[in-house]
């Protein structure tokens, strides 16, 4: 029986986080320009104007300062900046998922998840790919929906014939 050491599954699951994480911050485009977003030209940007544009509420709500629903210059480079780890929060989730299911996969003497692909999408993850029989279908399932953050499971896994 072969077996894993902890030390290069914990180094795999950090190098494929790591790619992860950036690559989508290499390729990111320049900070938007408050202009861009003050539409109407008043000076102060809306949560109407944040929001055309992409932004958050969330993100609008926790820049505005001063609770008067409107983002001055500094407030929107606060606003801004919750927007952006919003949305690489939730990039860094489902990676996060995807590289634990595969690593447990991998680890699991009874699927053996080398020919099994893992892709994850807001917590649902997908599994396709080929396995032996029936049971490990099942494995791969339960497998996957044990790990953390996984809101539901598409097993598109079949039995190779």
Known sequence: MKSFDPRFLD???AGVLSVCVAAPALAAP???????????????VSL???QA???QEQAFRAGDANRDNRLSSDEFTLANANNDRNKAGKYV???WITAKVKALLLKDEGVKGLNVNVATNKGTVQLSG?????????????I????????????GLQVKP
Do not use: C, H, M
Not at 30 to 44: C, H, L, M, Q, V
Not at 130 to 142: G, L, S, T
């Open 11 to 13: 180094f795999t699951l």
């Open 30 to 44: 320049a900070a938007p320009d408050f202009k861009t977003y003050d539409s109407n030209g008043d000076g102060t």
């Open 48 to 50: 109407e104007e944040f």
């Open 53 to 55: 544009q992409g932004g």
């Open 93 to 95: 989730d489902d990676a």
């Open 130 to 142: 080929w396995v032996k029989d029936e049971a490990q279908i099942a494995q791969a399932e339960k």
């Open 144 to 155: 996957t929906r044990s790990v953390e953050g996984v809101k539901d499971v598409k097993n």
